[in-house]
């Protein structure tokens, strides 16, 4: 596995691609909206940052008014999410996701309690 995208929760996810851009030069991949959020990936070599922005009441504007903006998650990219899932099973981690979910860009994800893996939270997404 390697690191795929590190999410990082934001207000204003346009706001802060376009200084990320400037910053690092690091292009915009991959814009859509989904699940309630507006997601921007930007290209870091081969991985990326992931901006999420709430566009309606849910896991990312409930994360912010906690937490406020920051980094909310680390993704680790798989061949096969069900087997890192059964690994994670295997070695007592507790699980968000018992089963894939769709995500962004397509892909098929699964994320990690925090409590089970030092207070990260960690997402499986399968390529």
């Known amino acids: ?5 590190v999410g990082i929760a934001t207000e204003e996810a346009g706001e802060l ?3 990320y851009a400037d910053l690092f030069d690091a292009p915009v991949a991959h814009e859509e909206e989904f699940d309630g959020l507006r997601v921007v990936f930007l290209e870091f070599g081969e991985s990326y940052f992931e901006l999420l922005e709430p566009l309606e009441d849910g896991t990312i504007s ?3 008014d906690g937490n406020g903006p920051g980094i909310h998650h ?14 994670a099973r295997d070695h007592g981690v507790e699980l968000i996701d018992d089963d894939p979910r769709p ?3 397509g892909h098929d994800v699964a994320f990690l309690h ?6 990260v939270l960690i997402e499986f997404v399968e390529h």
């Open 1 to 5: 596995m390697h690191i795929d995208h």
């Open 17 to 19: 691609a376009d200084l």
């Open 62 to 64: 409930r994360y912010l």
């Open 74 to 87: 680390v993704a680790l990219e798989t061949g096969d999410v069900r087997a890192a899932l059964d690994t």
């Open 103 to 105: 995500g962004a860009w």
């Open 114 to 119: 925090p409590k089970s893996t030092g207070g």
